[in-house]
Structure formats: structure tokens, C-alpha cells
């Protein structure tokens, strides 16, 4: 599946600059799953504070996993989210999906997550095929 993208926003696309906020609604349409994901670790970061929240939970069905992959890999609307929401994303696996604050002082943190030490330890074989 790709971005169910309307005919207003093909015009827009086709005339040249799009308009982001156009953008970003048409990915919260389109993906729903990833779109609510990356919501809730938003705002459980910003109640709970902390250098990041991230979600361990596999996604419920092929569906919802593919949205995530969609969301996450694709440079356009992976920076997007990261405007819209005022954070910064990373991502492990097929599920493994963190918020981060924009302030430098996580950045040792975020490095950390994202290292290859941090992905080899994030595998095991019940996500061998996610």
C-alpha cells in the first residue's frame, strides 16, 4: 500500500511545491497504524520525560507492519513526522520505533540506539521474518 494520496495534492505535487501540512495529513490518512504509533511515543515523551520512548511491541498484523516500514524508510515522510512532531526517529527492526527530543543533550543517547551494537542486541528469532 502505498500514500492514498488525493487528486488536490497530485495537482499540487504536479505544479511543483507541495504544501508540508498537506503532506503530513495524507500520511496520517494513509497510515494510520504508524501515524498513532509515532503519536503515543510522542506524547508519552512528553509526560514522561526522559531522553526517548520507544514502543517494543510487534505490530499487530502484516498491515500494520508494513505501514511502519513505509513511514520509516521513506526519507520524505520519515522527515516529515520528524517536523511535524518536533523529533527526532529512529528506528530497529520491524517495530522498534523511538522518539527523541530535539535537544543536543540526547545525542549520546540516540547514537546509542542507533549503533550496530544496539541492533545486534535488538535481534532475536521470533523477528528473524518480521
Request: hydrophobic share 40%; net charge negative.
Given at each position: 500500500?502505498?500514500?492514498?494520496?488525493?487528486?488536490?495534492?497530485?495537482?499540487?505535487?504536479?505544479?511543483?511545491?507541495?504544501?508540508?501540512?498537506?503532506?503530513?495529513?495524507?500520511?496520517?490518512?494513509?497510515?494510520?497504524?504508524?501515524?498513532?504509533?509515532?503519536?503515543?511515543?510522542?506524547?508519552?515523551?512528553?509526560?514522561?520525560?526522559?531522553?526517548?520512548?520507544?514502543?517494543?511491541?510487534?505490530?499487530?498484523?502484516?498491515?500494520?507492519?508494513?505501514?511502519?516500514?513505509?513511514?520509516?524508510?521513506?526519507?520524505?515522510?520519515?522527515?516529515?513526522?520528524?517536523?511535524?512532531?518536533?523529533?527526532?526517529?529512529?528506528?530497529?527492526?520491524?517495530?522498534?520505533?523511538?522518539?527523541?527530543?530535539?535537544?543536543?543533550?540526547?545525542?549520546?543517547?540516540?547514537?546509542?540506539?542507533?549503533s550496530v551494537r544496539s541492533q545486534l542486541l535488538n535481534q532475536s528469532?521470533?523477528?528473524?521474518?518480521?
Amino acid at each position: 500500500m502505498s500514500l492514498d494520496v488525493s487528486p488536490a495534492l497530485l495537482e499540487q505535487a504536479e505544479r511543483g511545491e507541495v504544501d508540508e501540512a498537506d503532506f503530513v495529513d495524507c500520511v496520517r490518512t494513509s497510515l494510520p497504524y504508524a501515524w498513532e504509533m509515532v503519536s503515543s511515543l510522542v506524547a508519552q515523551l512528553k509526560v514522561d520525560g526522559g531522553a526517548f520512548a520507544d514502543n517494543q511491541t510487534p505490530p499487530p498484523d502484516e498491515q500494520a507492519r508494513g505501514q511502519l516500514l513505509r513511514a520509516l524508510a521513506s526519507d520524505a515522510i520519515r522527515g516529515a513526522l520528524q517536523r511535524h512532531f518536533g523529533v527526532r526517529l529512529a528506528f530497529q527492526n520491524c517495530h522498534r520505533v523511538a522518539v527523541f527530543p530535539l535537544d543536543s543533550s540526547v545525542d549520546e543517547t540516540l547514537t546509542k540506539f542507533t549503533s550496530v551494537r544496539s541492533q545486534l542486541l535488538n535481534q532475536s528469532p521470533e523477528l528473524r521474518d518480521c
